[in-house]
């Protein structure tokens, strides 16, 4: 297998990673869940993580997203650098210029379609665009549910309501662990075309933790971890290739 060193892209950086190795445990007990990661992720563009099982890729995601600590190395989102935060500032980070879509749907089940939307502007004391959010609206196709409580829409629908949720901030990345894992097909669909056109029509940035090489053959680019590492990459990957990769990663062990 080639072995792809990730290298600076000509689009502007959104997210990075320098040199990020997480460490869980102590002595003989202690486990490297990620070794001096090194990786970028540039804005406009949509990424898939991807690896065996215990690569490391939800943790490389977390500790991206603010929501874990490192124990070496530094995380960027834009020129901000994370590793260095205070709690709060994480907070005003996480509220501000982070979305967040997770396999769960996270949806308040006595508030509406449109109100579990606007909820992260309501707690900011932000007040949305009309237009931004009528924008976003019609791309995930919801303009008809926006009355509805969860209760009352399919897991499809809830999860688009999730991702409306994540880009109505307008987010300089949003990061999307597992989003389809709750899904049937078509719904896993609808929702990986969603976060395909977001990307292609609104100009945004995903970062998606998947297994599903199919949810991967959407991506532009696929980072794949081995053993804590980033060990290759695709771009404009096809289901056929992300499954040839993952393939010649099967055997390898690490730590989650």
Same mark, same amino acid.
Request: glycine share 8%.
């Given at each position: 297998?080639t ?7 000509r689009r502007?950086t959104? &997210?990075?990673? %320098?040199?990020v190795?997480?460490?869980y445990?102590k002595?003989?007990a202690?486990? #490297?869940?990620?070794?001096s990661?090194?990786v ?6 949509f990424?898939?993580i ?7 890729k939800?943790t490389l995601m ?5 929501l874990?600590?490192l124990?070496?190395?530094? %995380?960027?989102?834009?020129?901000a650098?994370? !590793?260095d935060?205070?709690d $709060?500032e994480?907070? *005003?980070?996480?509220? =501000? ?7 769960q749907?996270n949806?308040?089940?006595? *508030?509406t #379609?449109?109100?579990?939307?606007? *909820?992260?502007?309501s707690?900011?004391?932000? $007040?949305? !665009?009309?237009?931004?959010f009528?924008r976003v609206?019609?791309?995930?196709g919801?303009?008809e549910?926006?009355?509805?409580r969860p209760?009352e829409?399919?897991?499809g629908?809830?999860q688009r309501v999730a991702? &409306?949720r &994540?880009? %109505? !901030? ?9 989003? =389809?894992?709750?899904?049937?097909s078509?719904s896993g =669909?609808?929702? *990986?075309?969603f976060?395909r056109d977001s990307?292609r029509?609104?100009?945004?940035? %995903?970062?998606?933790? =998947?297994?599903d090489?199919?949810?991967a ?9 081995a053993?804590? +590492?980033?060990?290759t990459?695709? !771009?404009e990957?096809t289901?056929?290739a992300?499954?040839?990769?993952m393939?010649?990663?099967?055997? +390898?062990?690490?730590a989650?």
């Amino acid at each position: 297998m080639t072995v792809t060193i990730p290298t600076m892209t000509r689009r502007q950086t959104v &997210a990075r990673a %320098v040199g990020v190795t997480k460490l869980y445990g102590k002595g003989e007990a202690q486990v #490297a869940a990620l070794r001096s990661v090194d990786v970028e992720f540039a804005a406009g563009e949509f990424t898939a993580i991807m690896g065996p099982s215990g690569s490391g890729k939800s943790t490389l995601m977390h500790t991206m997203a603010g929501l874990d600590t490192l124990t070496e190395g530094e %995380v960027f989102i834009g020129d901000a650098r994370v !590793s260095d935060m205070s709690d $709060k500032e994480l907070t *005003l980070l996480r509220r =501000t210029r982070i979305g967040f879509i997770f396999q769960q749907f996270n949806l308040l089940p006595t *508030l509406t #379609a449109q109100e579990n939307i606007l *909820l992260p502007l309501s707690i900011a004391g932000r $007040k949305p !665009s009309k237009d931004w959010f009528d924008r976003v609206v019609g791309t995930v196709g919801l303009a008809e549910r926006l009355g509805h409580r969860p209760t009352e829409l399919s897991g499809g629908q809830q999860q688009r309501v999730a991702c &409306a949720r &994540a880009l %109505v !901030s307008q987010p300089e990345v949003i990061f999307a662990d597992e989003p =389809t894992g709750n899904l049937d097909s078509v719904s896993g =669909t609808e929702v *990986l075309e969603f976060l395909r056109d977001s990307v292609r029509s609104l100009g945004q940035t %995903v970062v998606m933790v =998947t297994h599903d090489p199919r949810a991967a053959s959407y991506a532009d680019r696929v980072v794949f971890l081995a053993d804590g +590492r980033i060990v290759t990459e695709l !771009s404009e990957p096809t289901a056929d290739a992300v499954i040839d990769t993952m393939r010649s990663l099967d055997g +390898r062990t690490g730590a989650a």
